[in-house]
Each structure stands twice: as C-alpha cells, then as structure tokens.
C-alpha cells in the first residue's frame, strides 16, 4: 500500500524553466514532510523540508507547496538548471512509528540545456 | 566528514548464500534505518532501530534480518538470498536531537547494489 503518491514519473523541462512535482498522502498523523534529491550513484540527500503548519517554504530556487485540507503537497524548482537533472522524492514521517519515512515512488527531471 | 559509509558497494550472489551488507555512521545517531529502493517504487523500509538492542520491522521486512550492537554499526543480513531481493539497498540514519528547522534529516549511505543469481 502506497501511502504517498508521486507524479509525474518523470519530467523533462528546458533550461530555465519550473519543474514542478506533486505528492499526495494518506495518513493525517503525518507531520513532516522532506524531499530529497538523488543523483546517479549516490544516496538521497535532504534538499527542503516543510511542516503542515506552514503552507509554503521557500529556499533559493526551490519551493514547497503544502495544501493540508488537501493533503497533497509540491515541489517547484524555479529556473530549472541542467545541475538540477536528478531523481527526486517525496517523503512523509510519522505515522505509527517515530522516524519512519514513507517515501513517493520518485520523479525523474531531465532538464535540458 | 560526518557520513554514512556502507559495505559492499556492489555484490553479485548466488540463491541460498547467506550476505551481510554492513552500515556504519560516525554521527551519534540514535536511529538507524535500511531501505531498498527498486524503479516505480520508491524507496521502501525495511528495518529501523530507535537505539542499541532496539529493532523493528519496516514495511518489507521478510527475508531480511537486522542486529544493533553498537550504536555506530547496523548490518543487513541476508540469510538465503533470493532474485527478488535484486535490489539497490540504502542505510541511513539520524537523531531526534538535531535541529534543521523542520525535523531532524536523515543521512543516506552511499548504496549497495546487490544482484542475486
């Protein structure tokens, strides 16, 4: 069972361009919300992270979208960069055990030069 | 450097012959975690430890064991390796003492790429 769903499956964006990802959850007891960036070969690595208290979080050219209502959340990379084609994920923690992640199934973003 | 280190990088086995893949954090961290990430999935848990002695089942636990002896080291054992264990596997951990603002961020090992035959 998927408890949080991730689209599109992959995305490929021109230099300069947003690239945007959603993800939608399940589980209400949910209470922190990260993405991570994963490039070839390499583990992820936290890139921004949001609380469902907070309805956006901004940090250079990525920004988080957290609609709770909704429960669906976003990722929008502005200026979309070639250095920014990764694999990204989103995650949700909590739920029935402390630290657990429950990750998305993963957002290929191809941007081209 | 403050990082998660895992071992082997990459491994190909046979059906039945018992693995271990080792993960070692040189951060502290109380809680230690395996995932297996595999395309169109995601990445999906497998065990947790909150702490020394303390280990739990994840959410595709079967197949897999898992020890906590010591706080730095929490190695993946495979007693009888099966083709539908072909995966990618991360170790990773974190702390509930730390303060990045939004939660404590956990650490990902580098990976291990396992092929079983």
């Known amino acids: 069972q998927q408890q949080v769903k991730q689209s599109p499956q992959s995305l490929i964006v021109q230099k300069g361009g947003i690239s945007i990802i959603n993800c939608a959850y399940e589980?209400?007891?949910?209470?922190?919300f990260p993405w991570y960036q994963q490039f070839p070969g390499k583990g992820p690595a936290l890139l921004i992270a949001?609380?469902?208290?907070?309805s956006e979080k901004k940090e250079g050219r990525f920004t988080i979208s957290f609609n709770k209502s909704a429960k669906q959340f976003s990722l929008h990379i502005m200026d979309s960069q070639p250095g920014d084609s990764a694999t990204y994920f989103c995650?949700?923690?909590?739920?029935?055990?402390?630290?657990?992640?429950?990750f998305g199934q993963g957002t290929i973003l191809t941007v081209h030069p | 450097e403050a990082q998660v280190t895992q071992n082997p990088r990459y491994l190909i086995t046979v059906t039945g012959k018992k693995l271990t893949v080792t993960c070692s954090q040189n951060?502290?961290?109380?809680?230690m975690s395996w995932y297996r990430q595999d395309p169109g999935l995601g990445l999906r848990q497998i065990y947790y430890?909150?702490?020394?002695?303390?280990?739990d089942k994840g959410d595709v636990p079967e197949g897999y064991k898992v020890s906590r002896k010591e706080k730095r080291n929490f190695p993946l054992i495979l007693e009888s390796p099966s083709p539908n264990q072909t995966s990618l596997y991360f170790c990773?951990?974190?702390?509930?003492?730390?303060?990045?603002?939004?939660?404590?961020?956990?650490?990902f090992g580098p990976g291990t790429r396992l092929l079983v035959l």
């Open positions: 589980n209400t007891a949910f209470d922190y």
């Open positions: 990773a951990s974190s702390s509930p003492r730390s303060d990045m603002g939004a939660g404590e961020t956990q650490y």
């Open positions: 949001i609380r469902p208290d907070v």
């Open positions: 995650a949700a923690r909590g739920g029935t055990s402390y630290g657990k992640l429950t």
């Open positions: 430890s909150m702490n020394v002695e303390v280990t």
């Open positions: 951060m502290n961290h109380e809680y």
